[in-house]
């Protein structure tokens, strides 16, 4: 089986140092983990990304993250402006971009201004490029969407980590995005999610980790027994094909048959990662 894992921080200080996360990365790829897309989260980081990617033979992606969006400059978006013009094969997307409204420090006036003027500008990057992006969604999905029907982007990309409504989900869907679905899924408390990504077409879904974020039920272990020292598990690409694993069961198809339609979706929503798959 062949698994593309389309949201990793594989250059997160969880995985430091380099040659950890190689090692992480080899252990992925024995599962069947083909490829990872390793999305940014701010300027400072962009090269580390580029070189990462360039070492495990993954794609990556280039932007300013909304969490990060606080500290960011217009220094960064000319930073990201003059990143993109370098032509890499390996750069798939601009992302990881969005909006966040959950953060409460986030949701102020003034920082719900910035973060929406980082999002726009950065998707008209992308659209200058012909570039797809990969978009924070987290309590944004209308505005994220407001924009782009406004900027008319078709691009498309990937909504990761999708929790949002049927109506929203179909919005994207419209507009060429495919949805990410994750570690949240496994958990069998989360039945709105686990029913969308059910009821959905096979063809608008994508599968993704987010590690070391967003892990499974299997890795989880909830404040009451990390105060009694039991650690969190840590997530990262291997669980791909478990995770997959859980989402066939829930729609009652083979893994294989998951693996495969995932893949194929990936390569839709982000066409540079079927250069990455040609090469020897």
Same mark, same amino acid.
């Given at each position: 089986?062949?698994?593309?894992?389309?949201?990793?921080?594989?250059?997160?200080?969880?995985?430091?140092?380099?040659?950890?996360?190689?090692?992480?990365?080899?252990?992925?790829?024995?599962?069947?983990?083909?490829?990872?897309?390793?999305?940014?989260?701010?300027?400072?980081?962009?090269?580390?990304?580029?070189?990462?990617?360039?070492?495990?033979?993954?794609?990556?992606?280039?932007?300013?993250?909304?969490?990060?969006?606080?500290?960011?400059?217009?220094?960064?978006?000319?930073?990201?402006?003059?990143?993109?013009?370098?032509?890499?094969?390996?750069?798939?997307?601009?992302?990881?971009?969005?909006?966040?409204?959950?953060?409460?420090?986030?949701?102020?006036?003034?920082?719900?201004?910035?973060?929406?003027?980082?999002?726009?500008?950065?998707?008209?990057?992308?659209?200058?490029?012909?570039?797809?992006?990969?978009?924070?969604?987290?309590?944004?999905?209308?505005?994220?969407?407001?924009?782009?029907?406004?900027?008319?982007?078709?691009?498309?990309?990937?909504?990761?980590?999708?929790?949002?409504?049927?109506?929203?989900?179909?919005?994207?869907?419209?507009?060429?995005?495919?949805?990410?679905?994750?570690?949240?899924?496994?958990?069998?408390?989360?039945?709105?999610?686990?029913?969308?990504?059910?009821?959905?077409?096979?063809?608008?879904?994508?599968?993704?980790?987010?590690?070391?974020?967003?892990?499974?039920?299997?890795?989880?272990?909830?404040?009451?027994?990390? /105060?009694?020292? %039991?650690?969190?598990?840590? *997530?990262?690409? =291997?669980? $791909? !094909? @478990?995770?997959? #694993?859980? &989402?066939?069961?829930?729609?009652?198809?083979?893994?294989? /048959?998951?693996? %495969?339609?995932?893949?194929? *979706?990936?390569? =839709?929503? $982000? !066409? @540079?990662?079927? #250069?990455? &798959?040609?090469?020897?």
């Amino acid at each position: 089986m062949y698994w593309i894992d389309t949201h990793c921080h594989l250059d997160a200080p969880e995985f430091a140092p380099v040659a950890a996360a190689l090692e992480l990365r080899l252990q992925a790829a024995a599962q069947g983990v083909g490829l990872c897309v390793l999305p940014s989260v701010q300027a400072a980081d962009f090269e580390r990304v580029r070189s990462l990617a360039h070492a495990t033979g993954d794609a990556y992606a280039l932007g300013i993250h909304p969490l990060h969006v606080p500290q960011a400059q217009a220094s960064d978006l000319d930073a990201l402006a003059d990143a993109l013009e370098i032509d890499d094969l390996q750069r798939v997307a601009v992302g990881e971009i969005g909006l966040d409204f959950f953060v409460p420090a986030l949701c102020t006036p003034q920082l719900r201004d910035k973060q929406e003027r980082f999002y726009r500008a950065q998707l008209q990057l992308a659209q200058a490029r012909g570039l797809p992006v990969i978009l924070h969604v987290r309590r944004s999905a209308d505005r994220l969407l407001k924009h782009l029907r406004e900027l008319d982007f078709s691009q498309g990309g990937i909504a990761h980590a999708f929790n949002g409504s049927a109506q929203q989900a179909q919005a994207f869907l419209d507009l060429g995005f495919k949805l990410g679905f994750g570690g949240a899924l496994t958990f069998e408390r989360a039945l709105q999610l686990r029913r969308l990504a059910v009821t959905l077409p096979l063809q608008a879904i994508v599968l993704e980790t987010d590690a070391p974020d967003m892990p499974p039920q299997w890795l989880y272990t909830s404040a009451a027994q990390r /105060a009694h020292g %039991q650690p969190q598990g840590r *997530n990262s690409p =291997a669980e $791909l !094909p @478990r995770i997959g #694993a859980v &989402l066939a069961g829930l729609r009652g198809i083979t893994p294989q /048959a998951l693996a %495969q339609a995932t893949s194929a *979706n990936a390569l =839709a929503a $982000l !066409p @540079r990662l079927k #250069a990455l &798959l040609q090469k020897p």
